[in-house]
């Protein structure tokens, strides 16, 4: 259990098939709003059935286990977040892991992006992904409230992809690799 900004406790757990449908409305919302998502609501699953097929290689398959893992923020029995870290395959490269987090626009804020970082990091320090020992993300130079959020949590700015997002409108933002080392 965390304890959110706003009083309400949220429940930060592997992600499960039943989840697929809240996942899907939360990824709709954010996705809609276009806020640090690289996809737009087009090009996400569209039922349910395609959003448990996307979450099965995290349940059950190679992103699972060792490989990696898809935790997700429960609020009041609604899921609001997700996040997911895998572990690179190759063997040279083992050691380093990918992290990805979402959060439903209207809990944003509330401190579910925290706690969805911290159980992936404590996977890489504690769990089934021991030996994990760097950890990257993308995030949209534009987007302070993230990348102040990972700031805190040890990340450090390591490039730019200069011009790297277009927007629907046309403009254009950098992406900025981070990383952390354990």
Not at 40 to 61: A, C, H, K, N, Y
Not at 68 to 81: D, K
């Amino acid at each position: 259990m965390v304890r959110l900004k706003d009083g309400r406790e949220a429940v930060i757990r592997p992600a499960r098939y039943a989840d697929a449908s809240h996942l899907l409305e939360a990824q709709q919302r954010t996705h809609g709003a276009g806020i640090g998502v690289v996809r737009s609501p087009e090009e996400l699953p569209r039922t349910v059935r395609e959003q448990e097929e996307f979450m099965r290689d995290w349940i059950e398959g190679p992103k699972s286990g060792a490989g990696g893992l898809m935790l997700v923020a429960e609020v009041g029995g609604r899921v609001v977040g997700e996040a997911t870290i895998r572990r690179q395959a190759p063997a040279r490269v083992r050691h380093c892991a990918h992290v990805a987090i979402e959060v439903d626009v209207p809990a944003q804020g509330l401190g579910i992006g925290r706690a969805l970082m911290e159980g992936l990091l404590e996977w890489a320090r504690t769990g089934e992904g021991r030996g994990v020992t760097r950890i990257d993300l993308f995030v949209f130079a534009d987007n302070v409230r993230a990348i102040s959020l990972y700031r805190s949590l040890g990340f450090v700015e390591e490039g730019r992809r200069r011009n790297y997002i277009r927007q629907p409108d046309g403009t254009v933002i950098d992406d900025l690799m981070m990383a952390l080392l354990l």
